[in-house]
């Protein structure tokens, strides 16, 4: 469970984007934890006075930072800590704005996953995915529809675990998008398997992946070669601070972003 603060203690809220120190921690109103700007949310008041999630902490105004979990938003919902961060008993948000922070994230690591298409990180298709495994640097990660059929999983599996065998080779497992939300994102039709390749968009869509994850309270997958690596935390061979770095609709990937490579021989 997620302990509330204390009921008299004051919260401090951000002076607003691009100012104060860069990078800085923020703590947050729920669990009274500091922790880095990439694992949290900021929320500002819209100019109708009420409480919106800030997802890419870009929004105008000071704002105050709940932990990145849909369990420490709720807690913030239920016990009204926004009007006390805010100063203002009528600060509250709309009662879903947790699944439309989920949402949010979805729309994030789609948006993610076409960006490193367009880079040329991805492959998609059951031949070309085990090959790519096959290959000389193997894969980043794989991506499996969470409406595909087992067959396929499984199928993908053994050939990681035969590309693995006894090395450190890790792979994360991206199942958390529908075969209609694949197929938005990578311009295909019937996109079942997909997968990341080393370049500038695999981390940033690494990034968005395990932020979802956390969000829901849902461990990092891996290919379970090593039954010690099926759910693993959320820190991983790609962990980074790219999260934070805008992808999309004008909040576009770093070209200059490097992607550590795996497995290679």
Not at 256 to 263: A, C, I, K
Request: charged share 30%; aromatic share 4%; glycine share 10%.
């Amino acid at each position: 469970m997620v302990e509330a603060i204390d009921s008299e203690v004051d919260v401090e809220l951000d002076p607003g984007p691009n100012r104060g120190r860069q990078g800085a921690e923020r703590t947050c109103i729920v669990t009274r934890e500091a922790k880095p700007p990439r694992k949290m949310i900021r929320f500002v008041l819209s100019p109708d006075g009420q409480v919106v999630p800030d997802l890419r902490a870009r929004l105008p105004g000071r704002g105050a930072w709940v932990s990145g979990t849909r369990e420490a938003v709720e807690t913030a919902l239920k016990r009204r800590l926004f009007r006390r961060a805010f100063k203002n008993e009528r600060a509250d948000a709309a009662p879903d704005t947790a699944d439309r922070i989920a949402e949010g994230l979805r729309t994030d690591l789609r948006q993610a996953i076409a960006m490193a298409n367009k880079s040329g990180c991805v492959v998609m298709g059951f031949g070309k995915v085990e090959a790519e495994i096959g290959g000389r640097t193997g894969v980043a990660a794989v991506i499996h529809a969470s409406d595909g059929a087992a067959d396929g999983r499984r199928k993908i599996g053994q050939a990681l675990r035969r590309r693995q065998g006894d090395s450190t080779y890790v792979v994360p497992i991206i199942d958390d998008l529908s075969e209609d939300e694949l197929d938005m994102a990578l311009g295909r039709d019937h996109v079942i398997h997909a997968a990341l390749v080393a370049g500038a968009g695999t981390t940033g869509c690494l990034a968005r992946w395990r932020r979802l994850r956390a969000f829901e309270g849902a461990a990092t997958v891996f290919a379970e070669a090593h039954p010690a690596q099926a759910g693993a935390p959320a820190s991983d061979p790609h962990d980074d601070e790219t999260m934070d770095r805008p992808v999309d609709a004008g909040l576009p990937v770093d070209g200059t972003m490097q992607t550590p490579r795996v497995g290679t021989e």
